[in-house]
């Protein structure tokens, strides 16, 4: 009969009595206050509340009317330290769901079983997975955080970015290379708070809005815009990071430079669809009109467009008034028009 031992607890695992390791010890624990919810973290590995604190530590805790949801996640890490080399590549995330109940796998030993109605998840990690970071972080414990949030409360998951400026937020949306990050960075760096600049979650009936505003994302040729800024030198020294699409893009932890993080969730009061090619009309803010603002919305937002909650929230985002931005040779100028349509 073969045992396994948990190094932390000191206790030996039988296979046999706990084939599920429903009981193996999780001594390393913490809360973090989230995307309006309160999670519970625990694990039997350091590394993974290591990640975890990477993560979340330092962030506002954001709340919605009604008060907050306690959320529990589990982390384990299974194996043994011996074995081959790790692979060049972080194996391909899958996911699947039915019925209230989501996982998702990336290679045969690491997944994430995500119960909203009940609150939990569980994520199991094999150590060939510590060789990946990044992904583990981003596509499996972010990605079940951002799940259990979203569903628990049926919220509206949007992929964008949000900044706020006096408690007024502002929906930044656009395709692949729109510049949604770089307009952001260029809003933190004239005054304006900080949201998110990838996932967002939105309370359909009053749209407040949060979302995990740890990091920034940019290509490495867009950070000439910002040798100014303060703290910049921090930012240069930001490690960079392979997404899926197989561009590299530097990973800007924005607790470290400097930037203001809005201290509770806001309100969108605007929304701009920024535009991937530059234009002579750079910086102009051009209005749309209720229909067109409800169709872009649909098709830039393909699963949340699907969900039940989506009719109350573009119901209520009918009334927010929505433009067309241009690009420039600068992202002042779209920072400029902004300002404007707050105003």
């Not at 043994?80 to 209230?100: I, V």
């Not at 990946?132 to 259990?148: D, G, H, K, N, T």
Request: positive net charge; aromatic residues 8%.
């Amino acid at each position: 009969m073969a045992e396994t031992m948990n190094p932390k607890a000191r206790t030996m695992v039988n296979p046999m009595l706990d084939p599920f390791l429903e009981r193996i010890a999780t001594p390393f624990r913490a809360r973090y206050q989230l995307l309006g919810s309160q999670f519970s973290l625990e694990s039997n590995d350091r590394r993974l509340m290591r990640l975890c604190a990477h993560a979340f530590s330092g962030l506002p805790r954001h709340r919605f009317p009604g008060g907050s949801d306690r959320l529990q996640i589990r982390l384990i890490l299974r194996g043994t330290d011996a074995g081959g080399q790790a692979d060049a590549l972080a194996p391909e995330l899958c996911t699947y769901g039915w019925n209230n109940l989501f996982c998702a796998t990336m290679g045969p030993d690491t997944l994430a079983v995500l119960s909203p109605q009940t609150g939990f998840g569980l994520i199991v990690v094999s150590k060939p997975m510590l060789a990946f970071p990044y992904q583990l972080r981003y596509e499996l414990i972010e990605f079940s955080a951002f799940v259990l949030a979203a569903r628990r409360r049926d919220l509206v998951p949007l992929h964008g970015a949000c900044i706020a400026l006096n408690g007024h937020g502002v929906l930044l949306l656009g395709d692949r290379g729109a510049g949604k990050s770089v307009t952001s960075l260029a809003c933190l760096a004239d005054g304006f708070e900080f949201i998110a600049e990838d996932g967002l979650v939105v309370c359909p009936a009053t749209l407040l809005t949060s979302g995990l505003s740890s990091f920034l994302h940019l290509r490495a040729d867009s950070l000439h815009f910002f040798h100014g800024l303060k703290k910049a030198h921090r930012m240069l020294k930001s490690p960079t990071i392979v997404r899926r699409s197989g561009v590299p893009k530097v990973e800007i932890d924005v607790r470290k430079i400097g930037i203001k993080l809005a201290r509770s969730s806001v309100e969108i009061r605007a929304i701009v669809f920024l535009s991937g090619r530059n234009s002579r009309n750079a910086g102009l803010a051009t209005p749309l009109a209720r229909t067109v603002t409800r169709d872009r919305l649909a098709q830039s937002q393909p699963y949340a467009s699907s969900l039940p909650q989506w009719r109350t929230f573009a119901r209520r985002i009918s009334g927010v008034p929505a433009y067309a931005v241009a690009r420039g040779d600068h992202p002042r100028d779209i920072v400029a028009a902004i300002r404007e349509i707050l105003a």
